[in-house]
């Protein structure tokens, strides 16, 4: 594992997000790809097996909770962190993203940093659960 960069699954169905969070990841030294929708990181996540997946909450069709519970009934996927970003707060939310199989929940706005710390804690306690 030593040398290889953790990969990391951006999903939002905004392209401007996308591309700042996969600059604020590959800043922090992980290697991204990005899906624009639940359909796609559900049927993405298989090929690519992220070690993390950052799961937007809104968006149109399957939201990311959707997502989430999908991916996770995906062999091998069942552990897998998911940090979800939205802008609503977790108050708002009534749990809806731990029961979905969140890991995390950051609401945007946030610093780039915060969300490289949240990624980077979340992998390091799915490596001491393995």
Known sequence: MAGR??????VDDDPV??????????????????????????????ELTP???????????MDGYQATEQIRRRPGLENTPVVFISGQKPSEDGGRSFTAGGTAYLTKPFAP???VDIVTLALEAAGSKA
């Open 113 to 115: 940093q915060q969300l």
């Open 5 to 10: 960069k953790r990969l990391v699954l951006v």
């Open 51 to 61: 070690d993390l997946i950052v799961m937007d909450v809104t968006m149109p069709g």
């Open 17 to 46: 997000v996308i591309k700042l969070l996969a600059k604020f990841l590959s800043s922090g030294g992980f290697d991204v790809r990005a899906a624009h929708s639940g359909p796609e990181a559900v049927s993405l996540v298989q």
